[in-house]
């Protein structure tokens, strides 16, 4: 059985971030610290993790608040090797665009390393277009 769970305590999320670094290996180049990182999650973002017989298998962190423009934002998506072509990253990113919607989204958005192929297949596959490479 899946069974999606939002985090919203920074310790929380610190100790799930930690725990999927080994996945993430590009997210240490972009933050100066996963404390703070965590800190800032809890505030606007929605984290969400995928649970498989009682183990976190998978996660999401997604904007959803941005009024203005109307466009919600994909920053973070890991899966632990072991729970890979399960579909979970899928239904992940189905639960981060109903709850999008359900925030008055309009469009959403995410970056993506542009050596990264298989995320890149991954996300032509979910319907993203590519703006540019840099």
Known sequence: MTEFVRI???EEI??????????????LKKIDSVSEFAEKLSKFAWVVVVKKKNEN???????????ETKCGYFTLLAT??????QGLIKSLFEFGFNQ???DGMKKARLEVDSDNTRARNLY???GFLFECES
């Open 8 to 10: 919203t305590k920074a």
């Open 14 to 27: 610190e100790s799930l971030v930690n725990e999927f670094l080994p996945t993430l290996p590009h997210l």
């Open 57 to 67: 298998a998978s996660m999401m962190v997604f904007y959803s608040n941005d009024l």
């Open 80 to 85: 632990k090797p072991e729970f890979r072509r």
């Open 100 to 102: 999008m919607k359900k």
């Open 124 to 126: 032509e596959k979910m």
